[in-house]
Each structure stands twice: as structure tokens, then as C-alpha cells.
């Protein structure tokens, strides 16, 4: 499924998406930013909590497809911009990880 | 990183990459403050590029676009209410003293303060990997002190490599038995 359908129908709000046609494959959720570096797949979905510039910078290194902020966490302007540049696909959720992730089941 | 044994063996690594004939790290300790200190003589930086090693999108390396070495202990420092910063000069502009400064310090009793972890592994992967360049290492807390100088081994060893598997063992040890004789 491409992340912009993904928003859709899991009623994500997009905070930008400069790659939406961009396919997701399965999730991860983790806020340790040196771990999930090394563990997140490539083309999967990750939830996390955490709101620095230092969240699009592992987006990018693990080419995830796209960044799922939990619990109502956003990013300020100036972050969504540097996400824009680099091509960083980020949604925002309201709910906790991991009723975020239950709705993403059966469709990543 | 899980430990920030982790980010100092990466931060002393960019200090040999800026070829420092010593790198000094320090770590002092109270009951509440954490302070990290590594230092060293390399090249340094222009006041650019210590703005820019800030930025997980800045990095000295060619295979990959983002260098997260500098940002995530930035990143460990700043959640526990402590402060980071990089003083630097560079060897194109100060002749003589040139070097960097990376100081992080940390609140221990935050919760999400960062355990220490193995610092005595940091440190002989250190000097075995780069045995040609000095590190000296102090690490205190309530008033006693853990202390490593290569330049003091190097003088005793003459011709011998700090990175011999017997001079890394006997670090090793060295370390380890003055930690067990302060708790």
C-alpha cells in the first residue's frame, strides 16, 4: 500500500509528504534513536514518539517509507521543511504506539 | 545509543580521524552531574563546520549522507536537562593549539539519563585500534580517580605496541582493578 492511502484510511494527518507514492511493507516502533537505526527495515512504517531533527536524519538512513508520530507529537515548521527536503515522508497519530500500529494491521 | 560508553568511543574516533597525537577524556562525577570532556589536539574545525557537525545531516564521511555520531549525544545530554557544546580551533587558523573540545554534561538522576556502561572497553578498543596515538583517560567520582596515560605505558613498553593482545589485556586488567578498589 503507498503511504498516502495509508494516511487515509488509518485517518493519519499528514504533516508533509514529498514522497506519497512511496509503498510501505511492515512496522516498527522504537524511540532510541541509535537502535532503531540499526533495526527498522527499509519500506516499513515507524512509530515513535520522538520529535527532533535527528528522527528524519535515521528516517533517512533506514529509508523507511515513512515516520508515524504517536500520541499527538508534531513537528515544529522548521523540521517539517528539512523533512520536505529530504524526501522524509511523516504522518501524525493521536493514539499510543501501539494502537497506532493495531491500525496498520492488514495493511502494510 | 544504550550506553554512552558508545558515543564516547565515536566522538574519541573523530578525534584520530583529525589525527590528534592525544586525546584526553574525562569523565567527573558527582552524585548528580555527569561531565564528559574529550579533548584533543587534532586538526579542529572552522566555526562553520562546528556549527554544521550539529546537524545529523552534516558528516565527514562519503557512503552515507547522515553522521548521527555528534547529534545523538547532543540528543543524550540535552533530555536530561544537561547542556553540550563544541569549542574548536582549527590548525589553519592557530598554528600551535589547535584542537577540539566536545563537553556534554548530564543530570544522572533524570530518568531518561543514559547509563554509562562499559567504559573500560571503550577505551582499550581505543588504544588497540589506534596504538600509535596517545589517550589519556580519567574517570572521577567522589573524590577518587581512575587513570589511564599511554604516554607513561609507552615510555616502560620501549619497543613494544600498545596494541599487543597482552598490553590490551593488561589495560584492561589495570583499569578494572583500580574501579573494584573504589566501588
Known amino acids: 500500500m503507498k503511504v498516502v492511502e495509508l494516511a487515509s484510511l488509518c485517518g493519519f494527518e499528514v504533516l508533509c509528504m514529498p514522497d506519497g507514492d512511496r509503498q510501505v511493507s511492515g512496522a516498527y516502533i522504537g524511540d532510541l534513536l541509535s537502535w532503531v537505526m540499526g533495526r527498522a527495515r527499509a519500506d516499513s512504517a515507524?512509530?515513535?514518539i520522538m520529535s527532533n531533527v535527528n528522527v528524519i536524519a535515521v528516517a533517512s538512513l533506514a529509508d523507511v517509507a515513512c515516520v508515524i508520530l504517536a500520541e499527538g507529537v508534531t513537528l515544529d515548521d522548521e523540521l517539517i521543511k528539512t523533512a520536505t527536503a529530504k524526501g522524509v515522508n511523516i504522518l501524525k497519530s493521536e493514539l499510543p504506539a501501539y494502537e497506532t500500529a493495531t491500525e496498520l494491521v492488514g495493511k502494510v | 545509543m544504550k550506553?554512552?560508553?558508545l558515543n564516547i568511543l565515536d566522538v574519541a574516533e573523530n578525534s584520530v580521524k583529525a589525527g590528534a597525537a592525544l586525546t584526553q577524556i574525562s569523565i567527573d562525577e558527582t552524585d548528580e552531574l555527569l561531565t564528559l570532556k574529550i579533548i584533543d589536539d587534532g586538526c579542529?574545525?572552522?566555526e562553520e563546520t562546528v556549527k554544521a557537525v550539529t546537524d545529523p545531516f552534516y558528516?565527514?564521511?562519503t557512503t552515507r549522507k547522515v553522521g548521527l555520531g555528534v547529534p545523538l549525544l547532543k540528543l543524550a545530554a540535552e533530555q536530561t536537562g544537561g547542556s553540550f557544546s563544541i569549542v574548536s580551533k582549527s590548525s589553519e587558523q592557530y598554528k600551535s593549539e589547535h584542537g577540539t573540545v566536545v563537553s556534554a554534561s548530564f543530570y544522572k538522576n533524570h530518568l531518561d539519563f543514559t547509563p554509562l556502561g562499559d567504559v573500560v572497553s571503550s577505551v582499550t578498543t581505543l588504544i588497540q585500534g589506534h596504538p600509535d596515538t596517545d589517550f589519556l583517560?580519567?574517570?572521577s567520582f567522589n573524590g577518587n580517580v581512575v587513570k589511564l596515560d599511554t604516554r607513561e605505558l609507552r615510555e616502560v613498553l620501549g619497543d613494544v605496541s600498545l596494541g599487543e593482545y597482552d598490553v590490551i589485556k593488561w589495560i584492561e586488567e589495570?583499569?578494572?582493578?583500580q574501579y573494584d578498589q573504589f566501588g
Not at chain 2, 589495570?174 to 582493578?177: D, G, R, T, V
Open chain 2, 59 to 61: 558528516t565527514t564521511r
Open chain 2, 3 to 5: 550506553e554512552l560508553s
Open chain 2, 44 to 46: 579542529g574545525m572552522s
Open chain 2, 174 to 177: 589495570y583499569l578494572k582493578e
Open chain 2, 137 to 139: 583517560f580519567t574517570h
Open chain 1, 46 to 48: 515507524w512509530i515513535t
